[in-house]
């Protein structure tokens, strides 16, 4: 039998995380410079809306690289969310609510390079899933670190086998249009590497004289962890410790009141032995771009009720604008619909072109 797909199963490199945000320097340089060298590809599970940890950690990002010219591909991971949750009453509601934020966020559909898509409705990309699975072996795919940690963090019982698998689909995600770039959090970096291992492969195997796949980098935001405002956690809508896009003023105003801080008046930047503070200033800081340090120097003895009250004025003024573009955005389905049906009708031009090409280097054409 043939297996020399699958022979270097132990050679999978999974390069250090320095190696890795080193890289990542290097193609921020390069992406002013170069930005049609990259079509980046990110997305998001539509679990619900977006809160200021998103913003300030992903959502920037994504239009400071798509502003940059750079094509960007946006995939909403519509079937990832039945990997972990049984209820899929919401996903609809949510995709929508999810372009809702990253319009009001400032990517601008408008401005041509930008495809935003739910996958379930890119038939040939999710194809790709077939010959991707040949490629990997149920060890790689027990393996997984994230994939433990969210079967952990669910809690589950009973583990549907999609979630072994989602990050074969995930790799079908990125490679349907070859993407290059990958801006995404740590946690992401196994399934990186698992796209990487999979676009190897294929054209170890299927494309030696000229390769079908590139093989995409993950591009680390230079972004701290946002903690949630009891300061123990990362933000998340489910742990109630975030500030959602969509929260009025005077919700946040209520939020950030009721955020742990500790019981020293004196305010400093130190993030080790003062999380909670820290991460408030963290959050004044990436509002208004003043330095953490500054910000604790500017406070000085005030107290956490100072520093609280800063931080409600900033974040309500950064968001302002943002909230005011999605309450134009909410008023305008039909709106949110057609960039939809756009991004779907982009994105299986290039998923046909590229099953196709699998085809023919798989002898499979007719
Ligand atoms: N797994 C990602 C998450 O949970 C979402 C996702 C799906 C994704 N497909 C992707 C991210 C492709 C980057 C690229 O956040």
Known sequence: METTAL???DKVEYGTFEATVERSRKIEEDLPVNPKKYRVLTGDRPTGKLHVGHLFGSLQNRVRIHKLGVPTYIVIA????????????NIAENVHQLVVDYISVGLDPEAGNLVIFPHSHVPEL??????????????????????????????????NAGMYVYPVHQAADILFCKGNLVPVGKDQLPHLELTRTIARRFNDRFAKKRSVFPEPQPLLSKAPVILGLDGSQKMSKSRNN???????????????????????RVITFDPEKRPEVSNLLLLVSLATGEEPDAVAARIGDGGSGKLKAILSETLNEHLRPIRARRRELEAAPDYIKSVLRNGIRDARAVAEQTLSEVRRVMNMEV
């Open 242 to 264: 975030a500030v959602m896009l969509s929260a009025t003023e005077d919700e946040t105003v209520a939020l950030i009141k009721k955020a742990k801080t500790d019981a020293d």
């Open 7 to 9: 022979e270097n199963e």
């Open 78 to 89: 519509d079937y990832q969310v039945l990997t972990d949750r049984d209820t899929f009453e």
């Open 126 to 159: 999710n194809q790709l899933i077939l010959p991707f699975l040949t490629l990997v072996t149920n060890a790689e795919l027990d393996r997984n670190p994230t994939v433990k940690e969210e079967i952990q963090a669910a809690g589950l019982k009973r583990i």
